[in-house]
T-cell receptor, first 115, second 108 residues
Framework: DVKVTQSSRYLVKRTGEKVFLECVQDMDHENMFWYRQDPGLGLRLIYFSYDVKMKEKGDIPEGYSVSREKKERFSLILESASTNQTSMYLC??????????????FGSGTQLSVL | DAKTTQPNSMESNEEEPVHLPCNHS???????IHWYRQLPSQGPEYVIH???SNVNNRMASLAIAEDRKSSTLILHRATLRDAAVYYCILVYGNKLVFGAGTILRVKS
């Protein structure tokens, strides 16, 4: 079965800390995505990547950066965590060809709390 | 971005068909219609997608209106495991914009 694995299910960090969220997919997908999900706001795209070392900003990239050094791994970095970054973070992947005619595979999510 | 409108919630009896409606009157010619569902404490799960023609897969059917301004997700026999939030999404390029979705409750 295809799999997108996020390193942590729950994470608690302090304001100002640098936070790394890791995502690994085993489907040899070219495209990988980071979303955050907040009540009443749905899922919002933070960053996505078409290929190794390639990245594109999504709708809400401020306060975040990403790294894709290997095809299977896409990391989301919170440079200096703030309380308004408390959220559920979801990683997803899809094969080449774009998302429009492909399906996204999501991980189970990381619930991040910033205190 | 084109928008979708779905009912906030729906209820169904187990083993009966469920029709989940979605309005997307601002859809453009190249927007694909996708459906995902999200079970509690899990990431969204792909259900089905289409462009113009009706689509069937092992999970569900997608009926798309001729003018493409609305669509309906059909679960042929609802089970308790189908209780989830169902999202109807228009997709162009690499962008999925999730709305609030429909909470589906299934009664035994």
């Amino acid at each position: 079965d295809v799999k997108v694995t996020q390193s942590s299910r729950y994470l608690v960090k302090r304001t100002g800390e640098k936070v790394f969220l890791e995502c690994v997919q085993d489907m040899d997908h070219e495209n990988m995505f980071w979303y955050r999900q907040d009540p009443g706001l749905g899922l919002r795209l933070i960053y996505f990547s078409y290929d190794v070392k390639m990245k594109e900003k999504g709708d809400i990239p401020e306060g975040y950066s990403v790294s894709r050094e290997k095809k299977e791994r896409f990391s989301l970095i919170l440079e200096s965590a703030s309380t308004n970054q408390t959220s559920m973070y979801l990683c997803a992947s899809s094969s080449l060809g774009g998302v429009a005619n492909e399906k996204l595979f999501f991980g189970s999510g990381t619930q991040l709390s910033v205190l | 971005d084109a928008k979708t409108t779905q009912p906030n919630s729906m209820e169904s009896n187990e083993e009966e068909p469920v029709h989940l409606p979605c309005n997307h009157s601002t859809i453009s010619g190249t927007d694909y219609i996708h459906w995902y569902r999200q079970l509690p404490s899990q990431g969204p799960e792909y259900v089905i997608h289409g462009l113009t023609s009706n689509v069937n897969n092992r999970m569900a059917s997608l009926a798309i209106a001729e003018d493409r301004k609305s669509s309906t997700l059909i679960l042929h026999r609802a089970t308790l495991r189908d209780a989830a939030v169902y999202y109807c999404i228009l997709v162009y390029g690499n962008k999925l914009v999730f709305g609030a979705g429909t909470i589906l409750r299934v009664k035994s």
